[in-house]
């Protein structure tokens, strides 16, 4: 065999291609079924909460704000297959008030997380890539920023001002942005001096494009995690709010008001309260769960493995 045979004859049919910082993520994802499988959940929980009320209203004329008199605090099932949830006082169904509900409590934990998310990144990554002073002050006002109550804050806002959603989700997200802030800081600090990054001084770009086009992209995987804990953790407050009366008004409803009606009322109508606590608590663990799955998914230690 000549040398031309032998290294056409070794040569891969199908050669070696590489694979995205993304791909790898996703297959180390799935491997954790329990945070594939809350993925799903929560893609269902959203499909539901978003398109629900609507399918529901149009099959059984029942809205979320319907209510009936005549049935009122009627059992799961009491009153027949249209309100599989029962009914509270009002004779409102339980069943389309809970997937609603889920709408706006998704839609505020969302939201709101995307407000602090767009702060946060911004702040923390202009603080760590410019460091020296600029970096020591912008630090010392998170610093100071984090020993005010903002619980306290954003009950003020809602007090002063006239209660909307919109409000809601500013205040909420105007409140949660500075841990983001210090995990951005962080990693751009420490990826800033990398050689790729002095290449791309070198070459003449300017400070802007470095730090968004270059920096950022390669060090988003915490904020990705740390998203996932935001968004449960926006929906309890928004929850604590909407229990303390402050939160959504009626006639719309979110989980937290819906656990508000049920907690005054549990030893007489509890299937007011099951239903919304079972829900919102599955929700939290599912966003838990996959938080935790995207962390070791994107670690960098675990991709050497």
């Given amino acids: 065999m000549t040398t031309a045979q032998h290294n056409k004859s070794s040569t891969p049919k199908h050669p070696l291609s590489g694979t995205s910082l993304g791909t ?22 959203v499909i539901i909460c978003i ?24 059992g799961p099932f009491a009153g027949g297959a249209a309100h599989p949830f029962g009914t509270d006082e009002l004779g409102r169904d339980i069943l389309v008030r809970t997937m609603a509900g889920g709408r706006v409590s998704l839609g505020v934990g969302l939201l709101a997380t995307l407000v ?7 702040y923390g990554a202009i603080s760590g890539y410019k460091g020296g002073t600029v970096d020591s002050l912008m630090m010392r006002f998170v610093d100071i920023l984090f020993g005010l109550p903002f619980t306290i804050f ?67 995987g915490p904020a990705i995690v740390y998203t996932t804990l935001t968004v449960p953790k926006v929906m309890l407050l928004e929850s604590f709010l909407s229990f303390l009366g402050l939160g959504v008004q009626a006639p719309n409803s979110s989980w937290g008001s819906l656990i508000k009606d049920g907690a005054d009322k549990v030893d ?23 938080g935790d799955g995207l962390r070791d998914a994107l670690d960098p230690k675990a991709a050497k493995d």
Avoid: Q
């Avoid at 790898?24 to 893609?43: E, G």
């Avoid at 951005?184 to 968004?212: D, T, W």
């Fill in 24 to 45: 790898d993520a996703w297959i180390r994802l799935k491997k954790n079924r329990m945070a594939v499988f809350s993925l799903y959940y929560l893609i269902a929980v």
């Fill in 51 to 74: 398109f629900g009320p609507l399918v529901y209203e149009s099959i059984t004329g029942i809205a979320h704000d319907t209510a009936n008199p005549t049935m009122g605090s009627t």
């Fill in 116 to 122: 602090s998310i767009v702060i946060g990144i911004t």
């Fill in 154 to 220: 954003v009950i003020l806002l809602t007090t002063i001002f006239e209660r909307s959603l919109v409000l809601l989700f500013v205040a909420i997200g105007a409140v949660e942005w500075l841990t983001m802030a210090r995990i951005i800081r962080s990693s751009v600090y420490s990826f800033k001096n990398l050689e790729c990054v002095e290449a791309a001084h070198s070459l003449g770009l300017s400070n802007a494009r470095i730090l968004f086009r270059h920096i950022l992209p390669n060090v988003i």
């Fill in 268 to 290: 007489v109508y509890p299937w007011i309260l099951i239903f919304p606590v079972f829900l919102f608590s599955a929700t939290l663990f599912a966003l838990n769960f996959l």
